[in-house]
């Protein structure tokens, strides 16, 4: 590559960093807190779905911190999708004394469906609530968390209210590449941009998707997504899709998850929905792959190979990257910026590196055995027919 070839590149690296940074420091303030509601508010019926498949050491935890919720009228249905340990057990236990709480056993799986998407669907057609918050069976509850949120979503006139919630990470490895998942979350893909009337982007999170569920079952429920291992944020997209009205908030003070327990673990958990996320397209995967070597490793290590505007261009590019990270980092993990941050964003170009390996893992073990969740292989043709099919109700609800 001539001098002049590569001053080029680096300047387009330079573009392609600078402008999301950019766009980031302008939205900053695009995914705001939940804030505080009146108690005089009237609430619906309010009815939580909980998946959960072997979660016996943390659905305790979960399902106790949503007994624990002072909300007037709510019931919590639990669906046990097929658990081999001691998930059912606790369950019994906790419903035994709680009245609130439903627990449905599911032994067998139906074809067409994905075990947690079935699950989701079974718990919401048995509930009886106005509102379905669809959550995750290791995500704990903050006292107050359903009360404000349906009334915040209430008060506002809105069909689907998603929380990102505080993510914890334990050790530095696992951190680092849980905060570039939130960078590229909300840096790169634009989810700010959901709370953007203007803007066509939808987003779900797993840990809180509250829905009114007029609109859950004029999307046509889980049914329509059954295939799909990203259900969490296909369901947000398909609620804009429909002319929904969506926001998504910053939850971290209310809700909290232990997204995986080891960076080797979040891997291996993003081998089912990362080439999803990329509907099954290779020339996609690879065009992301090379994204991330050349504005998120390349920089990294041109800033002490090469000199002059080269050098300066790539400089202002690593600091972009540091500083975005950092924003993105206190926003999702932690409210205050400590030295653990700086190692964090320090390690960025080894978090984009395994954040590709997990895409690289996602492609190769789809295509050659095709996806396997909860112990069920679905083949690709039928994910990718599925894919197909919910981009042309997607067109068609336009």
């Known amino acids: 590559m001539t001098p002049l070839v590569l001053t080029i590149f680096d300047a387009l690296v330079f573009i392609a960093v600078v402008l999301p940074f950019l766009l980031l420091i302008r939205h900053r303030n695009a995914i705001p807190r ?47 999708d097929r658990s081999s340990d001691g998930t059912g057990d606790v369950l019994r236990e906790l419903a035994a004394k709680n009245p609130r709480l439903l627990v449905l056993r599911v032994d067998d799986l139906p074809a067409g469906w994905l075990g947690k998407n079935h699950a989701l669907w079974r718990g ?3 509930a009886n609530g106005e509102w379905l918050l669809f959550t995750d069976a290791d995500v704990v509850f903050a006292q107050g968390a359903l009360r404000q949120a349906v009334a915040y979503a209430v008060a506002e006139g809105l069909d689907h209210l998603t929380l990102a919630p505080h993510l914890v990470a334990r050790g530095l490895a696992l951190r680092a590449f849980v905060a570039f998942f939130g960078y590229a979350f909300i840096a790169l893909w634009g989810a700010y941009l959901a709370n953007d009337p203007k803007s066509n982007r939808g987003v779900g999170i797993g840990a809180f998707n509250l829905v009114r569920r007029s609109a859950y079952e004029l999307i046509g429920t889980m049914r329509a997504i059954s295939l799909r291992p990203d259900d969490d944020i296909r369901l947000g997209r398909r609620l804009r899709g429909f002319g929904f009205r969506q926001r998504v908030l ?21 081998e089912k929905s990362m080439y999803s996320s990329l509907e099954y397209r290779a020339a996609d995967a690879v065009g992301v792959l090379l994204y991330l070597g050349a504005t998120m490793v390349w920089p990294f ?19 972009c990257l540091m500083a975005a990270l950092l924003e993105t980092y206190r926003q999702s993990m932690s409210r205050r910026l400590t030295p653990a941050a700086l190692v964090v964003a320090v390690l960025l170009p080894f978090s984009a590196a395994c954040f590709g390996w997990a895409i690289v893992r996602s492609v190769y073990l789809a295509e ?20 197909g099919l919910e981009g042309i109700a997607a067109n068609r609800s336009r």
């Open 34 to 80: 939940l804030p505080k509601m009146p108690e005089t508010l009237t609430l619906p019926r309010l009815s939580v779905v909980v998946p959960a498949r072997d979660e016996g050491s943390t659905i305790g935890r979960a399902v106790g911190s949503l007994l624990a919720q002072d909300y007037p009228d709510l019931e919590i249905v639990v669906v046990d």
């Open 124 to 126: 919401a057609e048995r």
């Open 250 to 270: 910053n939850g971290n003070e209310l809700l909290s998850v232990e997204w995986y327990p080891s960076l080797a673990a979040a891997i291996s958990g993003l």
């Open 301 to 319: 290590v041109g800033v002490f190979l090469l000199g002059g505007i080269d050098r300066v261009l790539l400089a202002v590019v690593v600091a």
């Open 368 to 387: 050659t055995r095709g996806v396997r969740w909860r112990g069920t292989t679905y083949p690709l043709s039928l994910l990718r027919a599925q894919s």
